[in-house]
């Protein structure tokens, strides 16, 4: 099949294909487990980690001579899910107004703390997962979403203060040992 630029660069039998295979093997565990802390749900997680793979597949020839093959992978992803929320959000927007959150679930942390993410604007999300979860510096976040240092500084900040002030009294039980 010719290569016009935009379907698989690594078709199956190649040796492209089988080092894309071995890196979906390796990461695809840590890639539904940063999806899931973005969605915050199983099934758009499991979507979102296919959509990634299927990303990295479709361009693997670029993305396996990058230098850190996992930064790329988890751009790609942050990439996707802020693409695929800003297109959901003016898809409800063009036809519903939204309803008020519901207030957070106490009765389990976990629960509580997805819920606070949730609230969060996906964007800010997004940095937040990035910059705590995935333990990502500054520097790198910034440049995985685009966006000037200052940006993720000022937004993780105003971001970690609306999750205090949701969690209230939660949060306690997080940081104790």
């Known amino acids: 099949m010719p290569d016009n630029g935009r379907g698989s660069e690594a078709p199956e039998g190649s040796p492209g294909h089988e080092s894309f295979e071995a890196f979906a093997q390796a990461s695809q565990r840590r890639l539904y487990r940063t999806a899931y802390l973005l969605c915050g749900d199983t099934d758009t ?4 980690t296919q959509t990634t793979l299927a ?3 479709q361009h693997w020839r670029r993305a396996s001579t990058a230098d850190h093959i996992e930064a790329y992978a988890r751009t790609v992803m942050a990439r996707t899910y802020l693409a695929e929320r800003r297109r959901r959000l003016r898809d409800l927007l063009a036809h519903s107004r939204p309803d008020p959150r519901p207030e957070p679930d106490t009765a389990d942390l976990r629960v509580t703390l997805l819920s606070a993410l949730a ?3 996906p964007r800010a999300r997004a ?3 990035l910059r705590y979860w995935e333990d990502q510096s500054v520097e790198s976040v910034a440049e995985l979403l685009k966006c000037s240092e200052s940006t993720v500084k000022s937004q ?8 205090r002030a949701q969690l209230g009294e939660a949060h306690i039980y997080a940081t104790r040992s």
């Open 45 to 48: 997680a499991r979507d979102l």
């Open 55 to 57: 990303k990295m597949f």
């Open 119 to 121: 609230g969060l604007p």
């Open 127 to 129: 940095m937040v997962v």
């Open 156 to 163: 993780c900040s105003r971001s970690l203060a609306k999750l």
